[in-house]
């Protein structure tokens, strides 16, 4: 069974700072990773997907995300938070025969003060 | 493509009546998602249906909560009856059935159970 785990629930920040939110999967087979968004009152966004070949995955919005199979890891990361990035990051798993079905993390409130 | 689209956006109900979640999925999109969001769960998917057929629903809580989908552009989750605990914001997703693809959310409905 595939599961994911985030490690930090809140995770405040200085605008401007660097920031990583952490996930770890786990899978007994093949994977597919993505970085989900969710502001205040709306639904998720997709921010990154990890499906194959390089793994360093840039998304939208300055994000960008490692692969580790060793480390079964898909961390997040921003070199400079903005006020505006301040939402709810969830990381979520399928594994490569999926037809689609995500196993979502239970999120990470990304908190940026100014 | 207006992405997919939920209603109500919000559904406050007395315990014991019957509440219906509607959704329409994107043009195209044969993978349909209904997922509950609560503080204390996170994000639990209820149940997924491939081109129309429903594949799993070891997530709906119990005999309580239904799910149709009588064609490719309609989807409906029912209550019957509401209790206080099924309080939560239910998204529906959809997605191509292709592994890897990722799921595009609507804005989720808020439902209150008093």
């Known amino acids: 069974a595939q599961s994911v785990t985030q490690l930090d629930s809140q995770v405040p920040v200085f605008e401007e700072a660097p920031v990583e939110l952490r996930c770890n999967y786990s899978?007994?087979?093949?994977?597919?990773l993505f970085w989900y968004v969710q502001y205040p009152n709306q639904g998720l966004q997709l921010l990154l997907k990890?499906?194959?070949?390089?793994?360093l995955v840039k998304g939208i919005n300055g994000f960008e995300a490692e692969f580790n199979k060793s480390q079964t890891s898909f961390h997040l990361r921003k070199p400079s938070v903005h006020i505006s990035d301040t939402a709810e990051y969830f990381c979520?798993?399928?594994?490569?025969?999926?037809?689609?079905?995500?196993?979502f993390g239970k999120g990470t409130k990304l908190s940026v003060k100014p | 493509d207006a992405g997919v689209i939920q209603s109500p956006r919000h559904e406050v109900t007395e315990m014991g009546q019957e509440v219906t979640l509607r959704c329409k999925p994107i043009?195209?999109?044969?993978?349909l998602f209904w997922y509950r969001q609560t503080m204390m769960r996170g994000l639990e998917l209820l149940i997924y249906f491939n081109n129309n057929v429903p594949i799993d629903d070891s997530g709906m809580p119990e005999d309580r909560f239904s799910a149709k989908m009588p064609n490719a552009s309609f989807s409906t989750l029912k209550i019957q009856p509401s209790e206080p605990r099924d309080s939560a914001v239910y998204f529906c997703?959809?997605?191509?059935?292709?592994?890897?693809?990722?799921?595009?959310f609507g804005q989720g409905t808020r439902l209150t159970v008093v």
């Open positions: 997703a959809s997605s191509l059935n292709r592994g890897g693809t990722e799921a595009f």
């Open positions: 899978s007994s087979v093949s994977v597919y």
């Open positions: 990890y499906l194959s070949g390089s793994t």
């Open positions: 043009s195209g999109h044969n993978s």
């Open positions: 979520a798993v399928t594994h490569g025969g999926s037809q689609g079905n995500l196993i």
